[in-house]
């Protein structure tokens, strides 16, 4: 990775990167704690589901 | 509460959790909802009461409880908000955070209380549990500006957006929402590993719930005090 350049995380849902200005939330899955849920801004306001790629576990 | 009206009203022998059967657990309403039902609370509605109310499928409201004990148990009640603007729900999110050690707000929320570190009430929140969206929805506003995430008790009628984990349930009558947060209080605790499984609480189900004025029960003297005062 070049100098200067960020690895912007993705959101589970939509899968595009997520903004540092957007307000995204990001956790650990509820139900493993084994992986790191980020959500967009736009994927938590329209409710869209996200799955753990470890335990399955889907939510909201 | 109404009864529920079919003979689907649980097994009497059939433990919850220690000291709870299942009958006794449904006798509380947690899973009669409402006459509407949004798109997303679909997936945790099993079927339609003759009566038009939707019921919710409470083996999902159990296990929903359980993830959000787990989630709670690792986040650290102690970093958890448990917030409700209504008095109905009071004493259940008071005895939760009583057992669990996490932060209680209720009634009014006031603005800045995640958002504002300079507010005297100011609260440190890495994890928020509502126990309705729809009345409770300035504190949803506050952890969604500092992207801290939400719990949120949802009743087939609300609406699920900016909620990171559903728990599904009936967040309208006290016996509900007491039994909601005694069960995930228990959860809490056996997640965080302070509780063995087969354990019972300081507190029963009955301690949970909110005692209303305009509903005496005849045999507690407490009640008709209170009558009394009136
Ligand atoms: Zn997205
Ligand atoms: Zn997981």
């Known amino acids: 990775m ?22 995204a939330v990001h956790f650990s899955c509820p139900n493993c704690h084994e992986t790191v849920i980020w959500r967009s801004e736009k994927c938590r ?5 996200y799955k753990c790629v470890n335990c399955g576990f889907e939510g909201p | ?13 059939k433990l919850v959790a220690p000291g709870l059967s299942e009958k006794a657990l449904l006798a509380t309403g947690i899973r009669i909802g409402t006459p509407v039902r949004t798109k997303t609370m679909e997936a945790f509605t099993a079927r339609p009461r003759p009566d038009g109310l939707h019921i919710i499928d409470y083996a999902r409201t159990i296990e929903r409880i359980d993830v959000a004990g787990k989630f709670i148990a690792a986040t650290g009640a102690k970093n958890t ?47 928020v549990v509502v126990a309705d969206p729809m009345s409770d929805m300035q504190a949803m506003v506050e952890a969604a500006k500092l992207g801290v995430p939400v719990i949120a008790v949802c009743d087939t009628d609300n609406v699920t957006d900016d909620i ?41 189900i009955e301690e949970f719930e909110t005692k209303v004025e305009e509903e005496p029960k005849p045999d507690d003297p407490e009640e008709r005090i209170s009558e009394r005062r009136e």
């Open chain 1, 2 to 23: 070049s100098q200067g350049t960020v690895t912007l995380p993705l959101c589970n849902s939509c899968n595009r990167p997520i903004k540092p200005a957007e307000r």
């Open chain 1, 45 to 49: 306001k329209f409710s869209r589901r």
């Open chain 2, 1 to 13: 509460m109404s009864e529920f009206d079919d003979d689907d009203a649980g097994s009497a022998d």
């Open chain 2, 81 to 127: 908000v448990v917030y409700t603007s209504r008095e109905h729900g009071a004493v259940a999110v008071q005895k939760f955070c009583e057992l669990t050690g996490a932060m209680s707000r209720i009634g009014r929320f006031m603005p800045g209380t995640f958002t504002n570190p300079l507010y005297p009430g100011h609260l440190d929140a890495e994890l």
């Open chain 2, 164 to 204: 990171d984990l559903v728990i599904p349930g009936n967040n309208r009558g006290r016996k509900a929402i007491a039994a909601i947060f005694w069960l995930l209080a228990r959860s809490t605790l056996v997640r965080s590993g302070s509780l063995a499984e087969d354990q019972a609480m300081k507190y029963g």
